[in-house]
């Protein structure tokens, strides 16, 4: 990578990777494909040592993977796991220099992730919330939508960097508008996915083939992006999560993570959105049945073996 950073190249940087789960471990190691020094922290230390493997520097905690570092960027499932990466007793922020920059890719909501740019501040650390979108096949191949909330001269700066984990780099506004961005996204992934489920789910009981009733409405008024990448049954699309028993792109529980924040968002400023809890409930369903580890298009298992109400 030749991109230039006040006279040095970007992946003369030194970066720690907090978080190397489903998303974050392909994401860390696409950076280090493009060159960058990365030290990594994950409490999974299987996690940590395949990325060892493949060139990483491994940290026995976020405050010593963060040594050092003048980029710091956390992938984390939910805000109390990132505060806790951040300012916990082997928090990051204590080892991160001044004029160093957190980049928190992790999807939160809007209040926490302000709270924690003015933590940073304190810190003479730049902030940047930049939650993804795209699943963990485009984390793999780099073509992720990252949503940013921050300065906008702290983005340019490291904009570099973020083209190698996304196609679509955007700013959204000040602190928190990533987040923010991101919450609403996720309304319209959570709750199309469950209107895909629900449209297969009667397409099923009327004998209708699987494969046409995809064929039709992805040319039709109903096509949709849960539809193209995640047709909830097996036989239409070879990389559905379908067919290789709902292996998670992005889990179900995450989804109802992600629905509660937009909700609490929601209610916080009065605004309804009754499609959306309704969607919840069905993703808060699948965890308590065991199956929130799977793809969150496995609501479709709920629909189709017993009665939702």
């Known amino acids: 990578m030749t991109s230039r950073r006040k006279g040095n ?4 940087l030194l970066v720690a990777f907090i978080g190397l789960g489903t998303m974050g471990r392909p994401m860390a190691q696409r950076l280090i494909d493009a060159g960058y020094r990365l030290a990594v922290y994950d409490r999974l230390p299987e996690a940590v040592d395949a990325l060892a493997a493949a060139g990483a520097q491994p940290a026995p905690s976020a405050r010593k993977a963060a040594a050092g570092a003048q980029v710091v960027i956390t992938m984390l499932p939910d805000g109390p796991h990132v505060r806790e990466a951040l300012t916990g007793s082997d928090g990051a922020l204590q080892e991160m220099p001044a004029g160093s920059t957190l980049i928190d890719m992790s999807t939160i909501d809007p209040p926490t992730s302000r709270e924690l740019a003015g933590l940073a501040a304190r810190h003479g ?3 940047l919330d930049a939650p993804v979108s795209g699943s963990s096949a485009g984390a793999v191949d780099g073509t992720l939508t990252v949503m940013v909330g921050g300065d906008a001269a702290t983005l ?5 960097l973020l083209t190698v984990l996304g196609r679509n780099i955007v700013h959204c506004g000040d602190h928190g508008a990533g987040v923010s961005v ?5 309304i319209i992934a959570g709750t199309s996915m469950v209107a895909v489920a629900e449209s297969y789910a009667l397409a099923r009981s009327l004998g209708v083939d699987p494969r046409l009733l995809y064929d039709v409405v992805s040319a039709s008024s109903g096509d949709c992006w849960a539809l193209r990448t995640r047709p909830p049954v097996p036989g239409v699309l070879e990389s559905s999560p379908a067919e290789a028993g709902f292996r998670p792109g992005f889990r179900g529980a995450l989804m109802r993570k992600d629905l509660d924040l937009a909700l609490a968002t ?6 309804d959105l009754p499609v ?3 969607a919840r ?11 929130g580890d799977q793809d969150f298009s496995a609501v479709f298992t709920l629909l189709t073996t017993t009665t939702t109400g």
């Open 266 to 271: 929601a209610e916080a400023h009065t605004v």
């Open 125 to 127: 650390v730049r902030m």
């Open 281 to 291: 409930e069905l993703y808060a369903r699948m965890t308590e049945e065991g199956l």
């Open 156 to 160: 340019a700066e490291l904009e570099p």
């Open 276 to 278: 959306t809890s309704r």
């Open 182 to 186: 991101k919450l609403a996204n996720q």
């Open 9 to 12: 190249r970007m992946s003369d």
